[in-house]
Every structure is written in structure tokens, then in C-alpha cells.
């Protein structure tokens, strides 16, 4: 049983770029596919495959390299924790190293880039920033 699946997910696919996999598996959620499609429109995943398993369907992400074998998805953090939630608002969403970064947030409005959110108008959990 995981407490934290967002930071189980976030291991596993620095993990998986780290040692050069080409893809990783993980338990399937609503938030972590919808943590995986924000990955792949963002260009640090190729693509994504959900397998309707028993008892519990699986996530697949296929990881993206450059052409010198070195990941696109260079480094995550997760922020918000079950231990301590952390929240901002339209004018708190921070940038990730300077703009090269996403900040993934869960708004009202379901889960969205940090810049999708600042240009709604909406405030949210801050989850992730990845890199």
C-alpha cells in the first residue's frame, strides 16, 4: 500500500530515466493519469497506455531521450505532501527554474500546468514541479 501515490509515481519515472528504461509501470489512479497526460503535453513523456487489469489497471509511460541517450524529464519534487498541503493562489503559482519548468496543480477545474491555472484565474494544491 502506498501512502503518497503522486511521489511513487514521481520516483518511479526518475528512477526509469535514470538507469535508461523505456518505460515504466505503476498502479493506474484518476490523478496519476491525469499527472501522466500533463507529462506527455508537455513534451517529458512519449506516450502513455492504460491496461484494464484485474484487480487493479495499470499505467504504462513510455519515457522520451534526446539523441544522445540523456532524458527529457531531468528532475521532479513533489511539494504538496499528505503531511503538510501546501496551496497557493493565481498570484502565488511559482515559476519552475525560471520558466524551463512546470508546476503541476490541482485546481477545481481538475488538474493543470501552473500557467494554465495562472491564466484561468485559479488557485490550487501545488503537487509537483517537474523538470
Do not use: F
Amino acid at each position: 500500500m502506498v501512502n503518497d501515490p503522486i511521489a511513487d509515481m514521481l520516483a518511479r519515472l526518475s528512477n526509469a530515466a535514470a538507469v535508461k528504461h523505456p518505460n515504466a509501470v505503476m498502479p493506474a489512479s484518476k490523478l496519476r493519469v491525469a499527472v501522466a497526460k500533463i507529462l506527455k503535453d508537455e513534451g517529458y513523456i512519449e506516450k502513455l497506455e492504460l491496461t484494464k487489469d484485474r484487480p487493479q489497471s495499470m499505467l504504462r509511460v513510455w519515457l522520451k531521450y534526446d539523441d544522445k541517450k540523456k532524458p527529457i524529464l531531468s528532475g521532479v519534487r513533489r511539494i504538496s505532501k499528505p503531511g503538510r498541503r501546501v496551496y497557493a493562489g493565481t498570484a502565488e503559482i511559482p515559476y519552475v527554474r525560471h520558466g524551463l519548468g512546470v508546476a503541476i496543480v490541482s485546481t477545481t477545474r481538475g488538474v493543470m500546468t501552473g500557467t494554465r491555472a495562472k491564466r484561468m484565474g485559479l488557485g490550487g494544491e501545488v503537487l509537483c514541479y517537474v523538470w
